[in-house]
């Protein structure tokens, strides 16, 4: 555990300028083709509305967040021009804001408290989506998991802002 008092422990919860959001998506069933929306409920309960895991007794990954930022990078380890964020099937895209940042911290999305759990690694699937070479041109990019605190909606646009 890191001491409070350390000066890394005041660089780690120090200020950082705000994400945004750029992207919805929702898993309504296992394997099933994510649906973009442009808004979505959170609840602590349940988690993301109309999404597969929704109401699962896991409360570590309500919610699946991926960094805008390393699409071009997945993409260039694959020899593709892009990758569409509905192909890593996590449920919101943010851009501008390092979400390993927001690992074991509280923050802000639209009007819902979320808290970053850990690291979101991918699944065999991404050979299958990805084609060969998938799984390992998303590791150590797959983005974030966190557990809803207070429930509220997410839309396109928002912030996400550490608190």
Not at 45 to 50: E, S
Not at 130 to 157: D, K, S
Request: net charge positive; aromatic share 4%; with cysteine.
């Amino acid at each position: 555990m890191l001491n409070p008092a350390s000066p890394l422990a005041a660089l780690i919860g120090a200020p950082m300028r705000p994400g945004r959001v750029a992207w919805i998506g929702l898993r309504p069933a296992r394997r099933a083709p994510m649906r973009e929306v442009a808004t979505a409920p959170i609840d602590p309960a349940t988690g993301l509305a109309g999404d597969r895991w929704q109401g699962r007794a896991s409360t570590a990954r309500q919610v699946t967040l991926l960094q805008a930022e390393h699409l071009p990078g997945i993409a260039r380890f694959l020899g593709r021009d892009q990758v569409a964020p509905e192909l890593l099937r996590r449920n919101i895209l943010v851009e501008g804001l390092n979400l390993l940042a927001l690992k074991g911290r509280r923050f802000r999305i639209g009007t819902a408290l979320l808290e970053g759990t850990g690291e979101c690694h991918p699944c065999s699937r991404m050979e299958e989506v990805l084609g060969p070479g998938g799984y390992n041109a998303v590791r150590g990019h797959g983005g974030i998991t966190a557990r809803v605190l207070e429930g509220g909606a997410v839309t396109l646009g928002d912030a996400v802002e550490a608190l």
